[in-house]
Structures are given as C-alpha cells and as structure tokens.
C-alpha cells in the first residue's frame, strides 16, 4: 500500500491516514467481490478517489465502477477478462483510427497491451497527473467506458511517432 501515491503526504508512510482509509476500503471491496478479490489496479483507483470523497462515499463508488461501469469480470482475479476484452476492442480500433502507430507496432512485435494495459486497470491514474485523471474521471462516469477507448486513442496520439517515443511508452507504462 505504500507504493500507491508514495508522494502524497495522506499515503507517504504506514501511520498516514490515507493508508488505513484505503486499507478499509480494498478489504471492503475484497470480501463483497470475492471473485475479485483484490487487483493492484484497484488501489490506486480509490487512492485517488479517496483523496476527494470520504471513505464510505469511496467504496460506493469503487462498487459503482466495478459493477456498473466496467464489463463483469473486468478485475477478475483470474483471467481479467473484461480488461484483456476491452484491450482487444482497442487493438481493433487502432488499425482504423491511427494506422501508423499500428503499423509500427507491427513492425517491431509489439502488443499494444503491453502499453495500454495499466492505463485501463487504473483508469488512467497510473500514467496522468491527478488533476487530468480527475477530468477523465468525470467522463467515464458520465459517458461510461467509452472514454477509455477514447482517452487511449487520443494519448497515442499525442506526440509524433518515432521509435523513442514508442519505447518512451512502453517504458512508462511498465514503471506504472
């Protein structure tokens, strides 16, 4: 738990209040979604939401994501299936929408899981600053999981591609 948001003062060490809060929180998650149980993605999600809600309202809206806004399965401690689902539809929509970054994933054997993975099991709070995660944070919540595929076409988009920008992403989201 001290990994999730270590230069926040409210998660920085085991006596920070964040910690016991967020501890409450995934140990509720764990026994209410058994078949879940606990996913690392998951703690830096309520993290974050907990540093804007109240622990109570928090969970409520972990529960909301995991039960209404994701596909079922979407956290899964076995397979993750929603998520490896979800990685398949954006592997479909690249070649549509950004064919050069497909075709140089191609080019050098790269699954683009491999970069977009974390991105989605954290909601994006692993790769943007808390103030852009918040923002997209207010569009899935009202458009649902329609922004992810949005939010990960738009930043790979972002930067010309080149070959370091491509392993720059990679890197990064290995590090996440």
Same mark, same amino acid.
């Given at each position: 738990?001290? &990994?999730?948001?270590?230069?926040?003062?409210?998660? *920085?060490?085991?006596?920070?209040?964040?910690?016991?809060?967020?501890?409450?929180?995934?140990?509720?998650?764990?026994?209410?979604?058994?078949?879940?149980?606990?996913?690392?993605?998951?703690?830096?999600?309520?993290?974050?939401?907990?540093?804007?809600?109240?622990?109570?309202?928090?969970? %409520?809206?972990?529960?909301?994501?995991?039960?209404?806004?994701?596909?079922? *399965? @979407? @956290?899964?401690?076995?397979?993750?299936?929603?998520?490896?689902?979800?990685?398949?539809?954006?592997? !479909?929509?690249?070649?549509? @929408?950004?064919? &050069?970054?497909?075709?140089?994933? $191609?080019?050098?054997?790269?699954?683009?899981?491999?970069?977009?993975?974390?991105?989605?099991?954290?909601?994006? *709070?692993?790769?943007?600053?808390?103030?852009?995660?918040?923002?997209? %944070?207010?569009?899935?919540?009202?458009?649902?999981?329609?922004?992810?595929? &949005?939010?990960?076409?738009?930043?790979?988009?972002? $930067?010309?591609?080149? !070959?370091?920008?491509?392993?720059?992403?990679? $890197?990064? *989201?290995?590090?996440?």
């Amino acid at each position: 738990m001290l &990994r999730t948001l270590p230069n926040n003062l409210c998660f *920085s060490s085991t006596n920070s209040t964040g910690i016991s809060r967020l501890r409450r929180v995934l140990r509720a998650l764990a026994w209410l979604y058994v078949d879940v149980g606990y996913c690392q993605g998951m703690g830096l999600i309520a993290a974050n939401l907990l540093l804007c809600l109240e622990e109570e309202t928090a969970f %409520w809206m972990m529960c909301s994501i995991v039960e209404d806004l994701l596909p079922p *399965s @979407y @956290y899964s401690s076995l397979s993750l299936l929603g998520v490896q689902a979800d990685q398949a539809v954006l592997c !479909h929509l690249l070649p549509l @929408y950004l064919p &050069r970054l497909d075709q140089l994933l $191609k080019e050098h054997q790269i699954d683009l899981p491999l970069i977009t993975l974390q991105w989605f099991l954290t909601l994006y *709070s692993s790769v943007c600053p808390t103030a852009v995660t918040l923002r997209i %944070w207010d569009l899935f919540f009202y458009d649902g999981s329609v922004v992810l595929f &949005r939010i990960a076409l738009a930043l790979l988009q972002l $930067k010309p591609l080149t !070959h370091t920008v491509l392993y720059s992403l990679i $890197k990064l *989201s290995l590090v996440a």
